[in-house]
């Protein structure tokens, strides 16, 4: 069973960066995108940013200009830097790996990291 290992959630000032880093314990055959989403106290889960096996980016208007996604693919480990943190970034961030083999889909999930942002 592919585990996916999330680090770098932590308490930081409005204004500041984190980096979120996840790593497959393996690697992961058919993906079609890894990503980063969200969720806070009361709200759902919501795409912060994903990137495709083809390299493109996708990210929720909310983060678009201060958030970057990108990846190791030799390493199995995708990233999400967050600059200009804000209070309403508060969440438990988790890494997602979307795959499709055979035509059948398969979704794997990280088991969160906390990010505090006081302002």
């Known amino acids: 069973q592919v585990q996916l290992v999330e680090s770098g959630g932590g308490l930081v000032q409005a204004g500041g960066s984190l980096r979120l880093s996840c790593k497959a314990s393996?690697?992961?055959?058919?993906?079609?995108?890894m990503g980063w989403y969200r969720q806070a106290p009361g709200k759902q889960r919501e795409l912060v940013a994903n990137?495709?096996?083809?390299?493109?980016?996708n990210y929720a208007d909310f983060v678009k200009g201060r958030f970057t996604i990108s990846r190791a693919n030799a390493e199995n480990t995708v990233y999400l830097q967050m600059n200009s943190l804000k209070p309403e970034d508060t969440a438990v961030y988790y890494c997602?790996?979307?795959?499709?083999?055979?035509?059948?889909?398969?979704?794997?999930w990280g088991q969160g990291t906390q990010v505090t942002v006081s302002s």
């Open positions: 393996r690697s992961i055959f058919g993906i079609k995108a």
């Open positions: 997602n790996v979307a795959a499709r083999r055979f035509e059948v889909p398969y979704d794997y």
């Open positions: 990137i495709t096996s083809g390299g493109s980016t």
